[in-house]
Structures are given as structure tokens and as C-alpha cells.
């Protein structure tokens, strides 16, 4: 079973032809909302991917408190420990441009208002062989409190270090495996990566200095991954993107089920690679993850 411990929100996504620049308007050509927020999305993620999944965190008590857990609700995910708080659900206002890229402001809402000791609960409700799945989209004291709660009980831990905050450093380290993009993968290496060769150059360097399992997620360059010392890429799936949302949270998802299910690191890495490239494929976070039916068909 995985438990996931992190934000859920309601996305209000604009697409448009391009991107503006700082200071510029440009005109629109479509207002949606969907389901998102990182933890509920790579809570539904692990579920369609074939695991049972306990969400943890917080929405409001207006109207978006219910329908941020819709799908989850469907799918089966278990919500008993997502707390009702008085005020708002999280948002996310998403502008969604002509080449798949996109610019997400998120408004935390409840999420905000998830303590430490939600997350050590969360953690003391699961059992030994369980997989807990942390972002960074909800209070780091939560965060934390979760990730030494899990390790003090022996728990394989999942940090997905996104959003990228002040407290990456402190908190990466106490994670048995963490997932990085390229922004965030130079953060903890210190320096940028040009090419891809660099990068795992990059990731060799600090993947023997940590001794952590790494996953660097590279967009159109695939995806890089470290553990036990060897380091290996995966080519990436050959697609036409359409919205790039939801792609890094579908692959933690996936990962973690893949784990969860006794795959081996480059199998479950693999699968979890080709998940978030079809999950480019459709428009929104949550409505875009593919089923598992979807993901062997083009393994």
C-alpha cells in the first residue's frame, strides 16, 4: 500500500497560443478547471497505476472541497485522513501555452494548514512494508515530520522535490529516493546541466557523495536514474505534447506503485517514464494520467 501525504487543489487552466511575456496580454482560446494539486495527483496516479492508496491532507469547505476529491473518490483512493478546514481549497491558475509548456500559480488554501501531526498520523497508520510519497506543495514541517516518521520505522520513503523551496537541502537527504526535475536536480547539484551527458555526469557526482537513490526526469531527454552506484537513462517515448501539467506528478505516481509492487529500479522507472509522456497527451493534471491498460500498451 502507498500513502501519500500532500496537497490537493482545484486547477483553473487557460490555454493559449503562447505564452505572455512579463507585462503583456495575450488573448486566450479556452478556460477549463480541473482536479490537480501534487499529492492528490500522484495519489490517483499510483491508484490507476494498479496500487491501493491512502491520500492524506486538507481541502476547504467551499464549493471546490469536494470536487478537488472527485476523481479520487472514484478511483478508490481512501480519503479518510484528508481533513474539511473552514476556508478555502487550494488553487492552481494555470496558463497552458501552444507548445504543451506551461506557467502554474498556486494559491495553497487548506493545504497550507497541514501540520506535522497529520503527517506523523498518516505515517503511524501504515505498516512496515508500506511506500510513502512526499512533495513539497504543503508545509515542510509536514513534510519532515513525515519523512523522519518513516525513517525511524524503517519505511521506504519517496520525496519528489517540487515545488522547489528553501528547504530542499535540509529535507532531500531524509528520503530513501528522490525525484528531481531538471531545475530542481541543479538545485541539489549545485551547478546546471547543458546536455544530457552532463546531467548524468552531474548525477553520477551526487548520487556517490549522497549514496541516495536519484531520478532526474528530463522532459524530451528522457529520464536518468542512480542507484548502487550505476547510473542509467531511459530513452523518452516519442510524442507530440499537449499539455506538459501533469507529467512529473504521474511519473512519481507510477514509480511508486511500481516499487511498491516488488518491480525492479530500471522496470519500475521505465514504466513510470512512458506513464508521464502519456499523460502530455490530454489537457489537465488529473484527467490526463493514464490508465495501467494504457501504459503497457507501449511499453
Known sequence: MITIIGSANMDLIATTPRLPEPGE???????????????????????????????????????????????????????????????????????????????????????????????????????????????????????????????????????????????VERLAPLADIVIANETEFARLSGRSAETLDAAREELAKLHTRTGQCMIVTLGGDGVLWAKDGTVEHIDPLSITPLDTVGAGDTFCGYLAQGLDAGLDFATANRRAAVAGALACLKPGAQPSIPLASEVEMRL
Open 25 to 167: 496580454t495575450v488573448a486566450g482560446t479556452e478556460f477549463t478547471t480541473a482536479q490537480g494539486g501534487k499529492g492528490a495527483n500522484q495519489a490517483l496516479a499510483a491508484q490507476r497505476a494498479g496500487a491501493k492508496v491512502v491520500f492524506a491532507g486538507a481541502v476547504g469547505t467551499d464549493a471546490y472541497g469536494v470536487e478537488a476529491l472527485a476523481l479520487l473518490d472514484q478511483a478508490g483512493v481512501d480519503l479518510d485522513s484528508v481533513r474539511h478546514l473552514e476556508g478555502a481549497t487550494g488553487i492552481a491558475m494555470i496558463l497552458v501555452g501552444g507548445d504543451g509548456e506551461n506557467m502554474i500559480v498556486v494559491i495553497p488554501g487548506a493545504n497550507g494548514q497541514v501540520t506535522a501531526r497529520d503527517a506523523e498520523q498518516a505515517v503511524a497508520r501504515m505498516a512496515d512494508n508500506d511506500t510513502l510519497l512526499l512533495q513539497m506543495e504543503i508545509p515542510e514541517a509536514a513534510t519532515e515530520a513525515a519523512l523522519k516518521a518513516a525513517r525511524a520505522r524503517g519505511i521506504k520513503s519517496i520525496l519528489n522535490i517540487a515545488p522547489l523551496t528553501d528547504a
